[in-house]
């Protein structure tokens, strides 16, 4: 029996040599690993893009629409990491917005990205009230902008400022004071439009971006950033009312994710938009066939 004692101790000795062994070597790896990884999270039907710049900035395109969000973050940013640098809500809408309503219990957002719309529905409203109550700073995306993080590029294409005077009304005459505008227009057309570039590599993002909002940024003098890119999110999860072939001709892209959820009500992704990506030879990838999709940067 006492024979039977030593030998336990020392298998739980070497499990928890192994178990130190492997956290040094974790620990390490992530702290010295200086790859860029971008990983559209699988949260159902919603949109959610995880980007961590060089081991150094963490940035969050979109949250989907709950808590799922939380465990895509947990298993992809490091254990002891929970301060998001950047966080973008490319449109007042919850399958966009509601897992921020569950990560601002948990990480530490320093600055928020938003167009200047408001949405009147409580779940935005109360998001609001955290974003307030938690000080964090709203930047509103009111024309073009470029963010340098950590050496690389995010390029914001849309809302511009000519779009946003003719089709927002606000309480006050500017944007200031955190103002956010109501429009007549459908949501999706102030759907922010961004592109991450590092070195050669460019992938464009663009929430649920509407066709009108596509051929206005291809019509644009200043447009040579969008053409060619490595990797396309394709807006409003694959629906009829997103994707255009005069946008895919200008973009060109080797790859699309569409991040929509598995047996959804609405159709999609839209057979028309799969055919046009086919006919193009772009390499389609979707989160309800593959779940979660991580792509490693220079690869």
Not at 97 to 117: H, S
Not at 214 to 220: G, M, P, T
Request: charged residues 25%; glycine residues 6%.
């Amino acid at each position: 029996m006492e024979e039977i004692n030593i030998n336990g101790r020392r298998f739980f000795s070497i499990l928890l040599a192994a178990g130190f062994l492997f956290f040094i070597y974790y620990f390490f790896w992530n702290a010295f690993n200086q790859k860029t990884k971008i990983v559209f999270c699988d949260v159902g039907q919603g949109d959610a893009t995880y980007i961590r710049i060089k081991n150094k900035v963490d940035v969050l395109i979109d949250a989907g629409p709950d808590r799922k969000i939380l465990s895509c973050l947990g298993h992809n940013m490091p254990f002891w990491d929970k301060k998001i640098e950047i966080a973008i809500i490319s449109h007042p809408q919850k399958d966009h917005f509601g897992g921020f309503l569950f990560l601002l219990d948990r990480y530490k957002i320093e600055k928020i990205f938003l167009p200047p719309l408001d949405n009147p529905s409580l779940s935005f409203q109360i998001l609001k009230g955290k974003i307030i109550k938690k000080s964090i700073p709203m930047n509103l995306i009111t024309d073009e902008k470029n963010l340098k993080l950590a050496g690389d590029n995010l390029v914001f294409f849309w809302p511009t400022a000519e779009f946003l005077a003719k089709n927002l009304i606000f309480a006050k005459k500017n944007y200031t004071d955190n103002i956010l505008g109501k429009s007549t227009l459908d949501d999706n057309n102030f759907s922010i439009v961004c592109l991450f570039q590092e070195e050669d590599f460019k992938a464009l993002f663009t929430g649920d971006a509407s066709p009108f909002v596509l051929n206005s940024i291809v019509s644009k003098e200043k447009n040579q950033l969008i053409e060619k890119i490595n990797l396309l999110k394709i807006p409003h999860h694959g629906s009829k009312n997103g994707l255009t072939k005069k946008f895919l001709m200008l973009a060109k892209p080797q790859v699309a994710v569409i991040s929509v959820g598995k047996n959804n009500g609405y159709g999609h992704p839209n057979e028309e938009i799969l055919a046009m990506l086919e006919a193009q030879k772009v390499k389609i990838k979707r989160t309800d066939k593959e779940g979660e999709i991580i792509f490693k940067l220079p690869n």
